[in-house]
């Protein structure tokens, strides 16, 4: 009976595990044109695992917060090999959050990084290991901005109940955080660009981008369901942290979010939402006189 019961129980366990798994997908590619045709198939093979590695590994997804999925992908493209099992390579990363169905407002994968040159080592014959601690290796860097990643995808999932809402995603950066605080002065000068980017987290100089990524999603999540009267319950809070923006973040949440904005905005009555877009962002403002338009043949009704 026992034995029993405790098979009853690691089934349980397992097939948790996997559901919780399911919510994390990557798609992983490496790439390296002037290989011959044995390292090309070495480095398929290594592709392979390393897909396997990152979609079965132990993130540790807070269980209180639900979503359907996070989709990633990774694209690497190594340059050169300047050494034995080092490369000098680019990196691509895009993220977002799926839901399934089909909606009027989309979500899209709009977390994206990138370095057009890095430097790292790897074993291509050896499997990926996401515990490896040697700063220089690929699965070092790549975790380091998988943990961006979920860190951004969970600043959307924040709960945007009160005016000072914690931000989900810190849970995630904290793993940076530590990392950085391990690092030799050689490994902070390889690193240079990625703690510049993490300290943008650690001294909140990113924070206000990260709440409007927070409330944009809360708002199209209502929106996407047809609760537009809930969807418009945000506006005033984006707009008030539209305002909070330097020029520079801005254009970067206008280039992002300038469709979103102007679904969101017109569901209000008062045109001043739509009309401080058109304003302030030059790019999109015969997109948002459109909305401007109708939105008054709409409330002249």
Known sequence: MKTRILIVLLAIIFTGNIFAQKKLNFNFNISFMRADSEAKEKLRKFKEKFAEVLNTYDFELPKDIDFE?????????????????????????????VYSGVYKLHYKRDIMFSEPEFDFFA???????????????LAAI??????????????????????NFFLQGNRFYEYNYQVDSKLSAEGREAWKKRLAL?????RSKNKNQRKLNAL????????????????ALFIPFIYEKLQELTDEESEEIFKK???????????????????????????????????????KLDHEK
């Open 123 to 137: 074993d291509f014959s050896r499997n990926p290991d996401l515990q490896d601690n040697d700063i220089m290796s």
């Open 198 to 202: 993490l300290d943008d987290y650690r």
């Open 216 to 231: 944009i999603f809360n708002s199209k999540y209502f929106f996407n369901r047809d609760k537009k009267d809930r969807a």
């Open 69 to 97: 999925k996070v989709e990633s992908s990774i694209y690497i493209t190594i340059k050169k090999e300047i050494g034995v099992n080092n490369y000098r390579a680019s990196i691509n990363i895009s993220s977002g959050l």
């Open 142 to 163: 790549v975790k380091f901005y998988v943990y961006l990643i979920l860190g951004e995808n969970y600043d959307r999932l924040s709960f945007t109940d009160s005016e």
């Open 257 to 295: 979010y300038h469709y979103e904005l102007a679904e969101i905005f017109s569901l209000d009555k008062d045109s001043k939402y739509l009309l401080f877009l058109s304003k302030n962002d030059k790019t999109h403002k015969g997109y948002y006189d459109r909305y401007i338009k109708q939105h």
